[in-house]
């Protein structure tokens, strides 16, 4: 799970008596004992932004003893995700030498492109640096315990850090007949993992975890949940004043060398006839306002039909932006059978 694991008189005391000597101010950039700079290195490429679009698809072949639990873990990749990715294919048990895609492909979010920018829609985390951005799986809350939508920004890093679990949270584990001590002191039995990042919107960090599964779905009572295989190497990278975007937005749609390209999500791994629905109104909507920001685009509605149908979380090429296309065509002769001649509509 997530948790809103501080509350402001936690706050108030700053950082030694919250978390003991396992904090550190994110100015100090001195490596740990028996660490690296490899050690802090990402696990997760840095791609270049191309237009709207960044990232490629991979394929993984997998092994006997393989799930996609233990596939996401090891690629950094959330269970949702690879899931909806492969819909052929059992995710606990895919079998040897069976070829699952990795989604690593993104229509860009449509919000200011720096720092932090987590999308609960998709359960992922952008990271917008000089070089390009990298994009990591995260657990967000619960409709019953939502993540906030928000602009904040990054205020401290915490190395194996302690929780001190809010009195409503304590509250709902008495109701369930189970017992929350006051502190959960770092380690194996701590749901901060090894390493957080403290946020300025109040009660709210982005952290590691000791349940894994989480990762890439909604389980949280609103923090946001990393693997610590990524949270231990992340919280290295990012500087505190570092802004943080929270938003909602499960259909992104963007320009990529005069290409129109769109990204649909579905909530959860079922698909009901009402959430399509719900989906279409909405792609609907945005392709609309999409073209006429952009009155040179043309879009294939089989194609938008398609990427509504999946809501796969992969993005699909939809139509073009025609006058570029019409400028390119005049430098470059056309050829039989040349697939610029495909006709949008």
């Not at 072949?61 to 492969?86: H, M, S, W």
């Not at 995260?138 to 401290?156: C, I, R």
């Amino acid at each position: 799970m997530l948790f809103r694991v501080l509350t402001l008189t936690v706050l108030a005391l700053a950082a030694p008596a919250a978390y003991a000597t396992a904090s550190a101010p994110l100015a100090d950039k001195a490596e740990g004992a028996g660490e690296s700079a490899d050690d802090r290195a990402p696990r997760v490429p840095t791609f270049e932004l191309n237009g709207d679009l960044a990232g490629r698809l991979d394929v993984f072949t997998t092994r006997y003893e393989d799930t996609f639990a233990n596939i996401g873990i090891r690629n950094a990749l959330g269970y949702l995700e690879l899931v909806k990715a492969n819909p052929d294919v059992d995710p606990w048990l895919p079998g040897e030498g069976t070829t699952i895609t990795l989604p690593r492909q993104y229509v860009l979010p449509e919000t200011r492109r720096e720092g932090i920018v987590i999308n609960l829609a998709e359960y992922r985390l952008y990271y917008f640096t000089d070089n390009g951005v990298q994009v990591y799986p995260v657990g967000v809350g619960t409709a019953e315990n939502p993540s906030p939508l928000t602009s904040a920004e990054v205020t401290m890093r915490l190395e194996s850090p302690a929780w001190y679990p809010p009195a409503s949270i304590r509250a709902e584990y008495e109701r369930s007949g189970e017992y929350l001590p006051k502190m959960i002191p770092p380690g194996p039995d701590n749901p901060l993992g090894t390493h957080a990042l403290l946020l300025s919107e109040e009660g709210y960090l982005i952290h590691g975890t000791n349940k894994k599964f989480g990762v890439g779905t909604a389980v949280s009572h609103g923090c946001f949940r990393m693997y610590n295989e990524d949270i231990s190497r992340f919280v290295y990278q990012v500087d505190k004043g570092t802004p943080v975007q929270v938003i909602h937005d499960p259909v992104k749609i963007g320009l990529s060398g005069g290409e129109v390209w769109l990204e649909v999500h579905r909530p959860e791994e079922e698909y009901p006839q009402q959430e399509r629905d719900r989906l279409w109104r909405q792609v609907s909507e945005e392709v609309e306002a999409f073209r006429l920001r952009h009155p040179g685009v043309e879009v294939k509605r089989r194609a938008i039909e398609l990427a509504v149908e999946q809501a796969d979380g992969i993005p699909t090429m939809i139509g073009e932006q025609v006058a570029t296309v019409a400028d390119e065509r005049k430098k470059k002769p056309r050829t039989p059978g040349d697939p610029r001649e495909t006709l949008y509509f």
